[in-house]
């Protein structure tokens, strides 16, 4: 019976050969027999290969291309989702990659490939960054000029502890096939001395120039939101006042404006929630519940609905984590109310979410969720005191 192998004399290992093929197999099995080398060696005078590393005898050599197509692929990995560098390193992430290679290995039994050959290090990514986005940048620039219209979006917020004040601009276009793209162009410290409107067109008009943009009447748009400064900035333009900015100012209003004194009992409420969070944080006693307490944050979107949903799912919880002055004031709340507050504040979550969906426009949205939002504030006969006072409040807000 004819046979498709051969084995190897020195260590006994079969070895596939086929005429249409040759000896190519046997010969890399030679380089690579132990055995035979050793023979070799002793026969035979030293190699300068002796003398230093050779990475291409390596069983687990991987070519500087392929190592540089895993290298940019880390560092875009990095950049995406906003990871460190030392990410590389962390036996997690070691472990899952050496998971991959192994289903690899399963499919192709050959590689002898380890993670730590493919990995590079935490610097070498970080020498990538500046690299890669400049590249993204032309890209982006080459991109922008193909663009006849276009809308912006301009938002700024400073940092609570350090001061530091940050401005953050996007891009957006819907392409032909009526997708919605976004790009940040962005995201930086505001260093001019004030944020008056000129200063503000100003910084807005350099951004859009490093992108070979500019602002024209009829086919460029801005989005932001409804504060004076923005207003003044860009009168000239098509400016969109932000909705989800919009309602997030009523929400904030209705709880934190002492000056509103018809909603002095869920301000009550609020304060007192407020506090006990923020006692439960301070003496590092969140481990005592099953999730985390939020606390209540001017720039988040409808922060009051996230704390009070949080407060409410653990509410028996609570009570084991607190002294005896927040026992008091734990004692005071009304859980009717609270219940009752998140049921209705939920609405607003909704509406945000769908305002805020990056994959196609939601200008067309905001006339049926405005009026989605003012049926909600119509009173019912279980309703308590506070919830009716703030969905007449909210109900009846210049709209």
């Given at each position: 019976?004819?046979?498709?192998?051969?084995?190897?004399?020195?260590?006994?290992?079969?070895?596939?050969?086929?005429?249409?093929?040759?000896?190519?197999?046997?010969?890399?099995?030679?380089?690579?027999?132990?055995?035979?080398?050793?023979?070799?060696?002793?026969?035979?005078e030293s190699k300068i290969t002796k003398y230093f590393h050779s990475t291409k005898n390596k069983l687990n050599y991987v070519p500087l291309k392929l190592k540089n197509k895993i290298?940019?692929?880390?560092?875009?990995?990095?950049?995406?989702?906003?990871?460190?560098?030392?990410?590389?390193?962390?036996?997690?992430?070691?472990?899952?990659?050496?998971?991959?290679l192994g289903v690899g290995r399963t499919l192709l039994e050959s590689s002898t490939v380890s993670a730590s050959d493919l990995i590079a290090d935490p610097t070498t990514l970080s020498?990538?960054?500046?690299?890669?986005?400049?590249?993204?940048?032309?890209?982006?620039?080459?991109?922008?000029?193909?663009?006849?219209?276009?809308?912006?979006?301009?938002?700024?917020?400073?940092?609570?502890?350090?001061?530091?004040?940050?401005?953050?601009?996007?891009?957006?276009?819907?392409?032909?096939?009526?997708?919605?793209?976004?790009?940040?162009?962005?995201?930086?410290?505001?260093?001019?001395?004030?944020?008056?409107?000129?200063?503000?067109?100003?910084?807005?008009?350099?951004?859009?120039?490093?992108?070979?943009?500019?602002?024209?009447?009829?086919?460029?748009?801005?989005?932001?939101?409804?504060?004076?400064?923005?207003?003044?900035?860009?009168?000239?333009?098509?400016?969109?006042?932000?909705?989800?900015?919009?309602?997030?100012?009523?929400?904030?209003?209705?709880?934190?404006?002492?000056?509103?004194?018809?909603?002095?009992?869920?301000?009550?409420?609020?304060?007192?929630?407020?506090?006990?969070?923020?006692?439960?944080?301070?003496?590092?006693?969140?481990?005592?519940?099953?999730?985390?307490?939020?606390?209540?944050?001017?720039?988040?979107?409808?922060?009051?609905?996230?704390m009070f949903y949080v407060f409410n799912e653990i509410f028996e919880e609570i009570p084991q984590s607190l002294n005896a002055n927040h026992l008091l004031s734990y004692s005071l709340?009304?859980?009717?109310?609270?219940?009752?507050?998140?049921?209705?504040?939920?609405?607003?979550?909704?509406?945000?979410?769908?305002?805020?969906?990056?994959?196609?426009?939601?200008?067309?949205?905001?006339?049926?969720?405005?009026?989605?939002?003012?049926?909600?504030?119509?009173?019912?006969?279980?309703?308590?005191?506070?919830?009716?006072?703030?969905?007449?409040?909210?109900?009846?807000?210049?709209?």
């Open positions: 019976m004819k046979q498709d192998y051969v084995i190897c004399d020195s260590c006994k290992s079969l070895i596939s050969y086929k005429a249409q093929t040759g000896t190519g197999g046997m010969q890399k099995h030679i380089e690579c027999c132990r055995k035979i080398s050793n023979v070799l060696d002793e026969h035979n290298t940019n692929s880390l560092v875009e990995f990095i950049i995406l989702d906003g990871r460190p560098f030392e990410i590389v390193n962390g036996p997690g992430f070691i472990n899952l990659i050496e998971c991959v020498r990538h960054i500046d690299r890669i986005y400049d590249e993204r940048k032309c890209q982006l620039i080459s991109l922008f000029q193909t663009i006849k219209s276009f809308v912006i979006t301009v938002d700024f917020w400073k940092e609570y502890f350090t001061g530091v004040h940050y401005a953050g601009i996007s891009f957006h276009h819907v392409n032909t096939q009526f997708k919605l793209n976004t790009f940040i162009l962005c995201c930086r410290a505001y260093e001019l001395e004030n944020q008056t409107s000129p200063n503000i067109r100003r910084f807005v008009n350099s951004i859009l120039d490093e992108f070979g943009l500019s602002f024209d009447t009829s086919s460029s748009y801005v989005v932001s939101d409804n504060e004076n400064k923005m207003r003044c900035a860009f009168a000239d333009l098509k400016r969109v006042g932000c909705s989800d900015h919009y309602l997030n100012k009523i929400l904030e209003k209705t709880f934190t404006d002492e000056k509103q004194l018809e909603l002095k009992e869920t301000q009550k409420l609020f304060n007192l929630i407020k506090e006990i969070i923020e006692y439960v944080r301070r003496a590092h006693r969140q481990n005592k519940l099953s999730k985390k307490l939020q606390i209540f944050s001017k720039t988040r979107f409808n922060g009051a609905f996230i709340i009304n859980k009717q109310l609270l219940h009752q507050l998140c049921d209705f504040l939920i609405h607003f979550d909704i509406v945000i979410e769908k305002l805020s969906d990056e994959q196609r426009p939601t200008i067309h949205l905001v006339v049926p969720l405005r009026q989605y939002l003012i049926n909600c504030c119509v009173v019912h006969n279980d309703d308590e005191g506070g919830l009716i006072s703030i969905k007449k409040f909210i109900g009846n807000y210049p709209h």
